[in-house]
């Protein structure tokens, strides 16, 4: 497929009971390393020993099926060690619909091509290297590493302007913030205090990702 | 005031506890299948929803078996609602796997919070997406050429015939093209009538992406 760079194919593919979910995908999508990701009963089906058979040197990794957040941890660490080699493509067909779920938005947060093949191919919209690291500027960055709890307005911004950031893009870093429901504002005896929203930690993994200057 | 969307399967336990974790819920809009137990799972959502006094609308997925439709479908509703002025929210937990990642699509792309819960605990758990649009991972300029090559589907553009529809200059088209082709949303492929022509044209499923 033409924009990619030639290197190592690595297909990522969840699986339930059932190979025929996975045998579709396999069909349709090149590539030199197969990655199954599946809970531990899978690794003990029939399906999952067909399976090895036809592809001796696939390679697996372990979830909970019924965890999304715990797959999608997983799968994203996987994408990540697999696109050092080369293109990763998701297959997102089989599996429970949790693991289903978790591929989906690790494909969407690392930014690599993701596919429902049941039975018929359908290509998720997903922009390929547009991770969800990419959303955030350096100034929300270094806003989040400023920010454990709730804290003054106006602490805040000197902390974060203290890093060579003009005060302009830090006022403008915490309204993104905000508006991506990442950080909320209140009110207490006259003083604007900054704290960070329930959801935030769900994101303080690719906060720290951006780069920030030193 | 706050709209719930969800997806339901045979269990309502899958969506009670957003109707009741929701702050100032004015309607609960939620799919399901045509299947004799998800109707029955309806019947108990919309007495729960009667009883708290909550307007409900079920809405039965005829053929829950085709993602972009489902996706489409959904997505259209949500938009609705949005321009409304109300705040969404979005439990994707029920409902048949396709169900749920067509609702999950949507909210990865429109930026709604979603929520799913746990099989046996009954816990909300919330969903790291962000309340921005995926589509903004692209530039104003990019997002115009893969709308006007979305809604131009059917046609065949060269990108010299692309810069002169959108009025601009072969070498900025090239650069946005180029740019469209290494995420992915478009591609170059050679015109069957003239090998040495390249038509670009949209990657499947870009229409959820601009559309």
Redesign the interface.
């Known amino acids: 497929?033409?924009?990619e760079t030639v290197g190592h194919r690595t297909l990522i593919a969840t699986m339930g009971f059932d190979e025929r979910h996975v045998l579709p995908s396999l069909r349709l999508m090149p590539y030199d390393r197969l990655v199954l990701v599946a809970g531990r009963e899978t690794f003990q089906s029939p399906g999952f020993r067909r399976l090895k058979v036809l592809e001796p040197g696939l390679r697996t990794v372990r979830v909970d099926p019924?965890d999304?957040?715990g797959a999608?941890e997983s799968i994203r660490e996987t994408i990540r060690r697999a696109a050092g080699d080369g293109p990763v493509r998701i297959s997102?067909s089989g599996g429970?619909?949790?693991l289903?779920?978790a591929a989906?938005?690790a494909a969407?947060?690392e930014g690599v091509?993701a596919w429902?093949c049941?039975p018929d191919p359908?290509?998720?919209?997903?922009?390929?290297?547009?991770s969800?690291a990419?959303?955030f500027s350096p100034a929300e960055g270094a806003i989040a590493l400023a920010l454990h709890g709730p804290i003054r307005y106006d602490r805040l911004v000197a902390a974060v302007t203290a890093r060579a950031f003009a005060r302009r893009t830090v006022l403008g870093a915490i309204r993104s913030l905000a508006?991506?429901?990442?950080v909320e504002f209140e009110r207490d005896d006259g003083t604007v205090l900054v704290r960070p929203s329930?959801?935030f930690a769900?994101?303080r993994d690719q906060l720290r990702e951006v780069p920030i200057k030193t | 005031m706050t709209v719930l969307f969800g997806t339901l399967g045979w269990r309502p336990q899958s969506l009670l506890p957003s109707i009741r974790s929701t702050e100032n819920l004015e309607r609960v809009v939620f799919y399901h299948s045509d299947h004799a137990k998800s109707r029955e799972a309806r019947s108990k959502v919309m007495e729960f929803c009667r009883a708290l006094g909550v307007t409900a609308n079920a809405i039965e997925v005829s053929d829950a078996y085709d993602?972009?439709h489902v996706a489409g479908q959904i997505r259209a509703d949500v938009r609705k609602d949005r321009a409304a002025g109300a705040d969404l929210r979005f439990n994707?937990a029920g409902g048949?796997?396709?169900m749920?990642?067509a609702a999950?699509?949507v909210c990865?792309?429109e930026g709604i919070?979603a929520t799913?819960v746990?099989?046996?605990t009954y816990q909300e758990?919330?969903?790291?997406l962000?309340?921005?649009s995926?589509g903004?991972?692209?530039t104003a300029k990019q997002r115009d050429v893969l709308s006007f090559l979305v809604r131009n589907r059917d046609k065949d553009f060269t990108e010299t015939a692309l810069a002169k529809a959108l009025g601009v200059h072969k070498a900025t088209m090239n650069h946005h093209v180029r740019e469209l082709?290494?995420?992915?949303?478009i591609?170059?492929l050679s015109d069957p009538a003239d090998a040495r022509r390249l038509i670009v044209k949209p990657?499947?499923?870009?229409?959820?992406?601009v559309g």
């Open positions: 497929m033409s924009g019924f999304l957040m999608l997102a429970t619909k949790i289903t779920n989906i938005l969407f947060q091509e429902y049941d359908v290509r998720l919209p997903v922009l390929r290297g547009v969800l990419a959303a508006a991506k429901g990442l329930p959801r769900l994101f | 993602l972009l994707i048949t796997r396709l749920s990642s999950l699509l990865i792309l919070p799913y746990h099989d046996e758990i919330a969903l790291p962000l309340r921005i995926y903004e991972g692209l082709e290494a995420k992915g949303a591609a170059r990657t499947p499923g870009m229409e959820l992406l």
